[in-house]
C-alpha cells in the first residue's frame, strides 16, 4: 500500500487513478497529521509515502517524511510541489524523488517503482 498526503481533492483523485493503474493499492489521508498516525498504526502496512510538500495544518511535507523516517528509516519517499524545488537538497530524506508539478500520472508511476525496485528487502 502506497500512503498518499495530498490535501487538494482534484489531485488526490488523479494520484489514486495514475497509482491504481499502475497496480498500487493508494491510500489518500488529506493533512499530514492523519498520514502520521495511519503510518504508526500500521508500520508495516506501507510500502512507499507519496506527499506534498505544501499542506494544509501544522505539518507540512518534509516534516511528514521525516517522520515517516523515523517509524520507518527505510520508507521510499516521493515528494510533489510547484513551489519549493529547490529546499529539496535541504530538507529531502535519502531514498526520495521529487516531482514537480504538473507531473504526468506516468512520472508518479514510474518514480514509485524505481524507489521500491531500490528499497533494501527487509
Not at 16 to 23: I, K, Q, R, S, Y
Not at 25 to 33: F, M, T, Y
Request: no cysteine; glycine share 6%.
Amino acid at each position: 500500500m502506497i500512503m498518499v498526503v495530498e490535501d487538494d481533492q482534484l489531485i488526490q483523485a488523479l494520484i489514486e487513478d495514475a497509482l491504481t493503474e499502475g497496480g498500487f493499492e493508494p491510500s489518500i489521508a488529506a493533512s499530514g497529521e492523519e498520514a502520521v498516525t495511519l503510518l504508526r498504526g500500521n508500520r508495516s502496512h506501507y510500502w512507499a509515502l507519496v506527499t506534498d510538500i505544501n499542506l494544509r495544518g501544522t505539518m507540512d511535507g518534509w516534516e511528514v517524511a521525516k517522520q515517516a523516517r523515523e517509524i520507518d528509516p527505510s520508507l521510499p519517499i516521493v515528494y510533489m510541489t510547484g513551489a519549493a524545488p529547490d529546499d529539496w537538497a535541504s530538507h529531502g530524506v535519502p531514498n526520495s524523488v521529487l516531482l514537480n508539478k504538473p507531473f504526468s500520472p506516468a512520472q508518479l508511476v514510474i518514480a514509485v517503482a524505481q524507489l521500491l525496485n531500490n528499497a533494501p528487502i527487509t
